[in-house]
T-cell receptor, first 114, second 110 residues
């Protein structure tokens, strides 16, 4: 049982390049999330998807887009990367409903934008 | 969104009990209190959750007073491997309104 799988683990981009971070969960969870974590800080919510077919903005959505491709997969896209988007990105999922606050996190993607 | 305040860092020694207190003065009626643990280069891991009084599992205990304006995570007999950042969050069961603060960096010394 892999849990939450994120790819890639590391990525270096040049300013203005685009890329998509992939996330998949095999726990049949309803809700999925994308967070970013900057050094010495807590996690900040970028976007979330309460259920398949829905997405909503979190605390810091600017510069990002998401797609809930199906129940398993939730991708995060940077259309034109900026140095301010250098961060560690975490995908998470949760069962939703009465266990919605129990988040399961992936191992993260370390992104550097030069 | 309910905001939490917790110490930035704490030190302890192996074998001691560690108590980390979190303040959440504006907690809402529907909010639960949830604690996560994060090791370096890993995503956070769910530890424990509660609404009121006391909750205990195989990892920790969570004490919540009647007014629910604070809570205390208790880690019994810590080991070096408990060195991590601990986050206190309050939010409803949807998980969609969680706000992760900087957490408490616990260092367990030999």
């Amino acid at each position: 049982n892999a849990g939450v799988t994120q790819t890639p683990k590391f990525q270096v981009l040049k300013t203005g390049q685009s890329m998509t971070l992939q996330c998949a969960q095999d726990m049949n969870h309803n809700s999925m999330y994308w967070y970013r974590q900057d050094p010495g800080m807590g996690l900040r919510l970028i976007y979330y998807s309460a259920s398949e077919g829905t997405t909503d903005k979190g605390e810091v959505p600017n510069g990002y887009n998401v797609s809930r491709l199906n129940k398993r997969e939730f991708s995060l896209r940077l259309e034109s990367a900026a140095p301010s988007q250098t961060s560690v990105y975490f995908c998470a999922s949760s069962p939703g409903r009465d266990r919605g606050s129990e988040l399961f996190f992936g191992s993260g993607t370390q992104l550097s934008v030069l | 969104l309910a905001k939490t305040t917790q110490p930035i860092s704490m030190d302890s020694y192996e074998g001691q009990e560690v108590n980390i207190t979190c303040s959440h003065n504006n907690i809402a009626t529907n909010d639960y209190i949830t604690w996560y643990q994060q090791f370096p280069s890993q995503g956070p891991r769910f530890i424990i959750q509660g609404y009121k009084t006391k909750v205990t599992n195989e990892v920790a205990s969570l004490f919540i007073p009647a007014d629910r304006k604070s809570s205390t995570l208790s880690l019994p007999r810590v080991s070096l491997s408990d060195t991590a950042v601990y986050y206190c969050l309050v939010g409803d069961m949807s998980g969609q309104n969680f706000v992760f603060g900087p957490g408490t960096r616990l260092s367990v010394l030999p």
